[in-house]
């Protein structure tokens, strides 16, 4: 179980040989979770390299932000369970918690609200962007583009060494990004643009972007702007995963700030992360019907096949992942809401994750669903086509990407990331005049 009254930071040394050699290392302990052993002065100590493609056993950073304790299925945001965050608050409020590190008092909340839906629009410069792209181009290709050219504009929210500026660059990324993504979608169906409208909140803004029309008046359904806005918190930041990494190291060089959530829009996309969501749903369509599922349970446990569970499986949970719970209930509650409570793709999903909960394979190797598993149906089900469910995953994370990045800018011990490696090339030789080869 959790330790609520873990000690504070400490530092004790440990001690091994490589060779020859005697290393002494500082072990840090954090508030919660494993200590690290700091090898910051290894190679200058003994002229070695530690070895961990995947960083599987590597701590890349101190933060504060978000904890996760995978064997026990525990995702806390500033030290509150995801859980009662999900239950008891909103998107904004969970902005505004992991950028400023507490919950908000009434005044701050409705401060922060007023500025971020000031900051909605894009210049209408940026919206003519989208007019290059074919329309039938995926939303992540011209989201990671458009997120990126915000870099061309906005040049009083880049000088990172300003607190005033990366507060405004990250509030202006959480507050354009829906933007973004509904252009996206209403210039992939060929529909105009719908302007965000400031008396609406985060979630219910989103949903009038994406599917008013100019021809008649838009009513958002509260159950779905509710379902959509605990969606954005349970995406919303989730440790050092490969996205945050990217926006980490982009940002370590003092890149432009647009520039680097770019970088981790485009690292989200991969089907082994963020883009998972829509792999999944595309596999159970696959799928089809539960008598198909056995089929699939083999070719995912065949090694020489390269097929895997999408939804299944994570690199920190090796137990139920918490969001996944929390998703399941909802994606219930969005099918009976849009009457599809009888979708047979929820009925494969059930399914399949009660045949895969008792596989000794799955068993073996802790794979349990993990948010994109769910994420998908109930997606589905508000309406979204399965090519918007990264990009509304990537709106989500932008909270967690900026809160990371500011608080990597601020970190007065940071430095610029730069990984050594392990050699296995070719030795050096001479150049050979063609004529010899
Ligand atoms: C997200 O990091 C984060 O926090 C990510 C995320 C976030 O909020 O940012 O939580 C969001 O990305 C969730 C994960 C979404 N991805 C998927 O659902 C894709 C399917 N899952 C896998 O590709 C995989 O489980 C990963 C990528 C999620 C994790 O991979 P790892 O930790 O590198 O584990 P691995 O690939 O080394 O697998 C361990 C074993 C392997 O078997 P062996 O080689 O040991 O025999 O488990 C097997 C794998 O073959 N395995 C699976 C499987 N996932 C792992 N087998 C079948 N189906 C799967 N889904």
Redesign the pocket.
Same mark, same amino acid.
């Given at each position: 179980m959790l330790d609520a009254t873990a000690s504070a930071p400490t530092s004790t040394t440990g001690s091994f040989t490589i060779g020859d050699k005697f290393v002494s290392v500082p072990v840090r302990q954090g508030t919660l979770g494993p200590s690290v052993v700091d090898i910051g002065k290894l190679y200058s100590q003994t002229g070695v390299f530690t070895y961990d493609p $995947?960083f599987t056993s590597t701590a890349s950073c101190e933060s504060k932000i978000t904890y996760i304790d995978g064997d026990n299925g525990i995702l806390l945001y500033r030290g509150y369970p995801i859980e009662q965050l999900a239950e008891k608050g909103d998107f904004l409020e969970t902005c505004y918690l992991l950028l400023y590190g507490e919950l908000p008092t009434a005044a701050q909340r409705a401060d922060f609200n007023y500025r971020i839906r000031r900051h909605t629009m894009v210049h209408e410069q940026l919206a003519r962007f989208f007019q290059g792209f074919r329309r039938d181009a995926h939303p992540m290709s011209v989201l990671v583009a458009s997120v990126g050219a915000l870099s061309a504009f906005y040049h009083d929210a880049t000088d990172i060494s300003e607190p005033h500026q990366r507060m405004l660059a990250s509030m202006r990324l959480i507050a354009k990004l829906p933007t973004l993504a509904a252009l996206a979608y209403k210039y992939a169906i060929g529909q105009p643009f719908i302007y965000p409208k400031n008396d609406l909140d985060y979630a219910s803004n989103f949903l009038r972007m994406c599917y008013a029309v100019p021809c008649e008046e838009y009513e958002v359904n509260p159950v779905m702007a509710r379902a959509l806005d605990q969606i954005f918190i349970l995406?919303a930041d989730?440790?050092q995963? !490969?996205s945050t990494s990217t926006v980490r190291l982009a940002g370590s060089s003092g890149a432009n700030p647009f520039a680097c959530i770019a970088a981790g829009v485009a690292c989200l996309w991969g089907? !082994?992360? $963020?883009g !998972?969501n829509e792999a999944?749903l595309k596999m159970l369509e696959e799928i089809g019907t539960v008598k198909n599922i056995p089929k699939y349970i083999a070719r !995912?446990k065949d090694k020489n096949d390269p097929f895997?569970?999408?939804?299944? $499986?994570?690199?920190?949970y090796k137990n139920y992942d918490p969001r996944a719970k929390i998703m399941q209930k909802r994606c219930h509650e969005v099918l009976n809401e849009t009457g599809r409570k009888d979708d047979p793709l929820l009925e494969v999903a059930m399914e399949l994750e009660q045949i895969a909960l008792s596989d000794e394979y799955f068993i073996e190797?802790k794979?349990y669903p993990?948010?994109?598993f769910y994420s998908g149906i109930t997606l589905k089900a508000m309406g979204f086509p399965t090519s918007m469910f990264t990009a509304l995953f990537a709106v989500a994370r932008t909270a967690g990407w900026v809160a990371q990045w500011k608080e990597m800018i601020e970190d007065p011990s940071q430095k610029i990331g730069r990984p050594r490696q392990l050699y296995t090339g070719a030795k050096q030789r001479d150049y050979v005049p063609i004529a010899q080869r």
């Open positions: $995947g995406h989730h440790e995963n !490969a089907p !082994a992360h $963020g !998972a999944a !995912a895997r569970l999408m939804g299944f $499986g994570h690199r920190v190797k794979l993990n948010i994109d």
